[in-house]
Nanobody
Framework: QLVESGGGLVQPGGSLRLSCAPSDVTWELGYYAIAWFRQAPGKEREAISC????????NYGNSMKGRFTLSRDAAKHTVYLAINSLKPEDTAVYYC????????????????WGQGTQVTVSA
């Protein structure tokens, strides 16, 4: 199982760094594609960014490109999502998920999910 952390209440224009790590430290995240998704109230879950085991990163969503940065620290078994210039429309629950075969944009392809971390952007 994955565990996300780092969410919270932030003012517009602020920044956050979300973390995603396995609850079982023996689970090697580097064997999987790891993606970040988000889901706002009343909206579908949307892909943000994904990293393959080889380290290739794909970013999704034109409105998010340039403000969202995915990175991985293999030594810490953790994948991060840095978000800059936060906007109220970024308010959502942010999830990480694993996929065996590679990065895809569809949440239906992902096998394991965390419980999510809430990000609220408000003045």
């Amino acid at each position: 199982q994955l565990v996300e952390s780092g969410g919270g209440l932030v003012q517009p224009g602020g920044s956050l760094r979300l973390s995603c790590a396995p609850s079982d430290v023996t689970w090697e995240l580097g064997y999987y594609a790891i993606a970040w998704f988000r889901q706002a109230p009343g909206k579908e879950r949307e892909a943000i960014s994904c990293i393959t085991p080889s380290g290739d990163i794909t970013n999704y969503g034109n409105s998010m490109k340039g403000r969202f940065t995915l990175s991985r620290d293999a030594a810490k078994h953790t994948v991060y999502l840095a978000i800059n210039s936060l906007k109220p429309e970024d308010t959502a629950v942010y999830y990480c998920a694993t996929e065996n075969l590679g990065c895809t944009e569809s949440s239906l392809d992902y096998l394991s999910w965390g419980q999510g971390t809430q990000v609220t952007v408000s003045a």
